[in-house]
């Protein structure tokens, strides 16, 4: 199957600044789409950011113009550059793929987990 390892969490002050990354493994034929949701206490899972193939990104508009998605093909990879973080940007964030594979086609996988946090 594949399997996804995110890294880059923690603690940050209000203003600053973290970078998530998120790599692909397994037997990976090709990636359709990569992004990253969060889910902060007592909400419902929201997406962040997406980029496709072509790199076409979307972004919420809660996070427009502070934060940046990018990816390495080569690496099966996915970044998210945080910045001018807010307290609000506090919760788990989520890598998502959209990958497919010779033994299960076209699936969705969830990475573990990182949790940010933005606070004084």
């Known amino acids: 199957q594949v399997q996804l390892v995110e890294s880059g969490g923690g603690l940050v002050q209000p203003g600053g600044s973290l970078r998530l990354s998120c790599a692909a493994s397994g037997s990976i034929v090709v990636i359709n789409a990569m992004g990253w949701y969060r889910q902060a206490p007592g909400k419902q899972r929201e997406l962040v950011a997406t980029i496709l193939s072509g790199s076409r990104t979307n972004y919420a508009d809660s996070v427009k113009g502070r934060f940046t998605i990018s990816r390495d093909n080569a690496k099966n990879a996915v970044y998210l550059q945080m910045n001018s973080l807010k307290p609000e940007d506090t919760a788990v964030y989520f890598c998502?793929?959209?990958?497919?594979?010779?033994?299960?086609?076209?699936?969705?996988?969830w990475g573990q987990g990182a949790q940010v946090t933005v606070s004084s």
């Open positions: 998502n793929v959209e990958a497919a594979t010779r033994s299960d086609g076209i699936r969705r996988y």
